[in-house]
């Protein structure tokens, strides 16, 4: 079964600290991996789509990596602020079910002042 | 544009009651999704549609159905609620299936 996993479910990190979230999956056959924020009582918002072929995508203080060999893509935020305070959640579609998503549980981020 | 938007916003249903969301799209798209997301196991496919006029089963779709008779609209139907299908329900489109996808507000859906 195609799984997608997110560790840690919450992390509190100082203002202005740089962070590492990560998401994990189990088919090595993905074709391509989605970063999403979530604000309380709202729906998704789409950060960063990475293709099967890329390494690596970036969005301003956002740059998301994937490594298909060892099933990891991490979400890197630099200098975090109050207002990245969010669920982040990953999303991976495989190659046969390439327009499903399969989701991870995400991880609460809080950014302390 | 209004992007994907979702009625209503919340809903109460006793337990047998029936009822319909509505998800709309204005961005032309042609894959549409609908998910449901409950604590601690993340958002779950309930069915989606590629086109006008098809559907498709996702990971979860007993107890609903759906229908997209036009491209613009996805409905999803629950026949006969239970308390199970208490969750927050999400609508999604994309313009293909392997691209960015748009999320809807989401619908809050409480059966007793």
């Not at chain 1, 390494?55 to 490594?67: I, V």
């Not at chain 2, 798209?29 to 309930?46: A, C, F, K, N, V």
């Not at chain 2, 026949?79 to 994309?94: D, G, I, L, M, R």
């Amino acid at each position: 079964k195609q799984e997608v996993t997110q560790i840690p479910a919450a992390l509190s990190v100082p203002e202005g600290e740089n962070l590492v979230l990560n998401c994990s999956f189990t088919d090595s056959a993905i074709y391509n991996l989605q970063w999403f924020r979530q604000d309380p009582g709202k729906g998704l918002t789409s950060l960063l789509l990475i293709q099967s072929s890329q390494r690596e995508q970036t969005s301003g203080r956002l740059n998301a990596s994937l490594d298909k060999s060892s099933g990891r893509s991490t979400l890197y935020i630099a200098a975090s602020q109050p207002g990245d305070s969010a669920t982040y959640l990953c999303a991976a579609s495989f190659t046969g079910t390439a327009s499903k998503l399969t989701f991870g549980t995400g991880t609460r981020l809080q950014v302390t002042l | 544009n209004a992007g994907v938007t979702q009625t209503p916003k919340f809903r109460v249903l006793k337990t047998g009651q029936s009822m319909t969301l509505l998800c709309a799209q204005d961005m032309n798209h042609e894959y549409m999704y609908w998910y449901r997301q409950d604590p601690g196991m993340g958002l779950r496919l309930i069915h989606y549609s590629v086109g006008e006029g098809t559907t498709a089963k996702g990971e979860v779709p007993d107890g609903y159905n759906v229908s997209r008779l036009k491209k613009q609209n996805f409905l999803l139907g629950l026949e006969s609620a239970a308390p199970s299908q208490t969750s927050v329900y999400f609508c999604a489109s994309s313009y293909e299936g392997v691209h960015t996808q748009y999320f809807g507000p989401g619908t809050r859906l409480t059966v007793l």
